[in-house]
Nanobody, 130 residues
Framework: QVQLVESGGGLVQPGGSLRLSCAAFGDPFKDYWMYWVRQAPEKGLEWVADINPDGSVTDIADSVKGRFTVSRDNTKNTLYLQMNDLKTEDTALYYC???????????????????????WGQGTPVTVSS
Protein backbone atom coordinates (compact mmCIF):
# COMPACT_ATOMS: atom_id res chain seq x y z
CA GLN A 1 0.00 0.00 0.00
CA VAL A 2 1.31 3.46 -0.86
CA GLN A 3 0.07 6.96 -0.25
CA LEU A 4 1.01 9.63 -2.78
CA VAL A 5 0.80 13.33 -1.93
CA GLU A 6 1.30 15.95 -4.64
CA SER A 7 2.24 19.57 -4.02
CA GLY A 8 3.60 22.58 -5.83
CA GLY A 9 0.69 23.54 -8.03
CA GLY A 10 -0.65 27.06 -8.31
CA LEU A 11 -1.41 30.01 -10.55
CA VAL A 12 1.31 31.06 -12.96
CA GLN A 13 1.50 33.35 -15.95
CA PRO A 14 2.22 32.00 -19.42
CA GLY A 15 5.94 31.45 -19.82
CA GLY A 16 6.39 30.82 -16.13
CA SER A 17 7.66 27.77 -14.29
CA LEU A 18 6.52 25.46 -11.53
CA ARG A 19 7.98 22.37 -9.91
CA LEU A 20 5.55 19.74 -8.75
CA SER A 21 6.49 17.24 -6.07
CA CYS A 22 4.96 13.91 -5.16
CA ALA A 23 5.87 12.40 -1.79
CA ALA A 24 5.37 8.65 -1.40
CA PHE A 25 4.61 6.91 1.87
CA GLY A 26 4.39 3.15 2.32
CA ASP A 27 5.70 0.60 -0.20
CA PRO A 28 9.34 0.94 -1.30
CA PHE A 29 9.26 3.94 -3.66
CA LYS A 30 12.55 3.00 -5.30
CA ASP A 31 11.15 -0.20 -6.81
CA TYR A 32 8.38 1.25 -8.94
CA TRP A 33 7.89 3.11 -12.20
CA MET A 34 6.22 6.42 -11.48
CA TYR A 35 3.95 8.55 -13.62
CA TRP A 36 2.63 12.08 -13.99
CA VAL A 37 -0.86 12.34 -15.45
CA ARG A 38 -3.02 15.43 -15.90
CA GLN A 39 -6.67 16.16 -16.44
CA ALA A 40 -7.73 19.46 -17.94
CA PRO A 41 -11.20 20.84 -17.24
CA GLU A 42 -13.87 18.87 -19.10
CA LYS A 43 -11.29 16.52 -20.60
CA GLY A 44 -9.99 13.01 -20.00
CA LEU A 45 -6.79 11.82 -18.39
CA GLU A 46 -3.57 12.58 -20.26
CA TRP A 47 -0.25 10.86 -19.62
CA VAL A 48 2.48 13.45 -19.18
CA ALA A 49 5.65 11.63 -18.15
CA ASP A 50 7.09 8.55 -16.58
CA ILE A 51 10.33 7.43 -15.01
CA ASN A 52 11.85 4.06 -14.23
CA PRO A 53 12.75 2.96 -10.68
CA ASP A 54 16.33 4.21 -10.62
CA GLY A 55 15.62 7.36 -12.60
CA SER A 56 17.81 6.45 -15.56
CA VAL A 57 14.98 6.21 -18.10
CA THR A 58 12.33 8.84 -18.67
CA ASP A 59 9.64 9.48 -21.24
CA ILE A 60 7.77 12.70 -21.89
CA ALA A 61 4.60 13.34 -23.85
CA ASP A 62 5.09 15.19 -27.14
CA SER A 63 2.75 17.94 -25.94
CA VAL A 64 5.22 18.95 -23.21
CA LYS A 65 8.53 17.70 -24.57
CA GLY A 66 11.30 20.24 -24.28
CA ARG A 67 9.41 22.10 -21.53
CA PHE A 68 8.78 19.49 -18.80
CA THR A 69 11.29 17.25 -17.06
CA VAL A 70 10.55 14.32 -14.76
CA SER A 71 12.96 13.21 -12.05
CA ARG A 72 12.99 11.40 -8.74
CA ASP A 73 14.98 11.27 -5.53
CA ASN A 74 14.75 7.80 -4.09
CA THR A 75 16.51 8.89 -0.91
CA LYS A 76 13.60 11.24 -0.26
CA ASN A 77 10.85 9.01 -1.73
CA THR A 78 9.85 11.92 -3.94
CA LEU A 79 8.93 12.34 -7.60
CA TYR A 80 9.25 15.69 -9.38
CA LEU A 81 7.91 17.39 -12.47
CA GLN A 82 9.75 20.53 -13.53
CA MET A 83 7.51 22.57 -15.80
CA ASN A 84 8.98 25.45 -17.77
CA ASP A 85 7.54 27.79 -20.40
CA LEU A 86 4.04 26.99 -19.24
CA LYS A 87 1.16 27.56 -21.64
CA THR A 88 -2.54 28.09 -21.01
CA GLU A 89 -3.20 24.61 -22.37
CA ASP A 90 -1.15 23.16 -19.50
CA THR A 91 -3.92 24.17 -17.09
CA ALA A 92 -5.04 20.95 -15.42
CA LEU A 93 -5.13 18.90 -12.25
CA TYR A 94 -1.80 17.07 -12.08
CA TYR A 95 -1.62 13.62 -10.52
CA CYS A 96 1.27 11.37 -9.67
CA UNK A 97 0.64 7.64 -9.87
CA UNK A 98 2.46 4.36 -9.52
CA UNK A 99 2.70 1.14 -11.52
CA UNK A 100 1.24 -2.07 -10.13
CA UNK A 101 4.32 -4.27 -10.02
CA UNK A 102 7.87 -3.70 -8.81
CA UNK A 103 10.29 -2.92 -11.65
CA UNK A 104 7.57 -3.37 -14.30
CA UNK A 105 6.19 -0.39 -16.25
CA UNK A 106 2.45 -0.01 -16.36
CA UNK A 107 0.55 -0.79 -19.54
CA UNK A 108 -1.27 2.43 -20.30
CA UNK A 109 -4.31 2.30 -22.53
CA UNK A 110 -5.57 4.98 -24.87
CA UNK A 111 -7.60 6.68 -23.61
CA UNK A 112 -5.88 6.41 -20.25
CA UNK A 113 -7.98 5.15 -17.37
CA UNK A 114 -7.39 5.37 -13.63
CA UNK A 115 -7.39 1.58 -13.42
CA UNK A 116 -4.23 1.52 -15.58
CA UNK A 117 -2.19 2.58 -12.54
CA UNK A 118 -2.12 1.19 -9.04
CA UNK A 119 -2.11 4.24 -6.81
CA TRP A 120 -2.97 7.89 -7.33
CA GLY A 121 -2.48 11.02 -5.35
CA GLN A 122 -5.23 13.56 -4.83
CA GLY A 123 -3.84 15.87 -7.48
CA THR A 124 -2.42 19.39 -7.43
CA PRO A 125 -4.01 22.10 -9.60
CA VAL A 126 -2.00 24.12 -12.08
CA THR A 127 -3.57 27.19 -13.65
CA VAL A 128 -1.73 29.05 -16.36
CA SER A 129 -3.32 32.41 -16.98
CA SER A 130 -2.43 36.03 -17.47
Amino acid sequence: QVQLVESGGGLVQPGGSLRLSCAAFGDPFKDYWMYWVRQAPEKGLEWVADINPDGSVTDIADSVKGRFTVSRDNTKNTLYLQMNDLKTEDTALYYCARAFLRNVPAGLRSPLRKSDLASWGQGTPVTVSS
